[in-house]
């Protein structure tokens, strides 16, 4: 009798010590996985927050192919697709951790023109926003008349729709080395201005109406030096007057 005692009060004093030592078990385990869900919470948000802040290639307004056969859907696909995203995935390492991470890439531009020591950031972000307003400059089956606001400005400007015309394919073929030609409003009149490597009018106080890139990988696979060839060709059938008017309201 007395052994059996024993053996229940053990028995007892046993089962109570695993329940405590269970149900501490269980309010730790529940704290791990509420930390667990809580770090992977944090994570994530981190994750969508970087990538929130992170500039991606525009998709093209067209299919690559559709400006054939003015410009190729070999020269586009280069062009957008190497050229044009190595400029977004430069600009995305060059400023992550920077005081840059997160603006506009204007305000980027604007914040970093002409500074020596942000050349790179400049050169990127400029060149991202040149090529994304340089595939909006153009569309299939372009030129033609501009809208009537857009040639009533063209008119007062530059006399005919043709001397712009001329003014810009002048702009273009002349501009020595890479840049760009640019259509500009600036103060209440249309300008004709060219701009050298990744330099962009944002920077002078003037707004861009379109423009035409003369990089020679616009258009060397089309062309070869042909550069007055493109031009001409881009401003007979391909400039997208329309988007010219839009961005001049």
């Known amino acids: 009798m007395k052994y059996l005692r024993t053996e229940i009060i053990f028995i007892f004093l046993f089962t ?46 067209y299919a690559q192919n559709a400006l054939e056969p003015v410009i190729s859907a070999q020269t586009l696909s280069f062009h957008y697709g190497k050229h044009h995203k190595g400029y977004v995935d430069n600009l995305n390492k060059l400023v992550a951790g920077t005081e840059f991470a997160g603006l506009t890439l204007e305000e980027i531009i604007t914040a970093t023109a002409g500074k020596a020591d942000k050349s790179a950031i400049f050169n990127n972000a400029a060149q991202v926003w040149n090529h994304t307003f340089y595939w909006n400059s153009l569309k299939p089956k372009g030129a033609g008349e501009p809208p009537a606001a857009l040639k009533h400005k063209i008119e007062a400007s530059f006399g005919t729709v043709d001397a712009c015309k001329k003014e810009l394919a002048a702009a273009a073929t002349t501009q020595f080395g890479s840049g760009w030609a640019w259509l500009v409003l600036d103060g209440d009149k249309l300008k004709v201005i060219k701009t050298g490597n990744a330099d962009s009018p944002l920077t002078q106080g003037m707004k861009p109406l379109l423009n035409i890139d003369v990089w020679e990988h616009a258009y060397y696979l089309d062309y070869q030096n042909r550069r007055v060839d493109y031009v001409n060709a881009v401003l007979d059938k391909l400039i997208n007057w329309n988007f010219a008017a839009d961005n001049l309201k």
Do not use: Q, R
């Open 16 to 61: 109570i010590t695993i329940s405590f030592f269970g149900l501490a078990f269980a309010e730790t385990g529940d704290d791990v996985s509420k930390e667990s869900e809580s770090s992977k919470g944090g994570i994530m948000s981190k994750v969508k927050v970087e990538s929130a802040t992170e500039y991606v290639l525009p998709v093209l307004p």
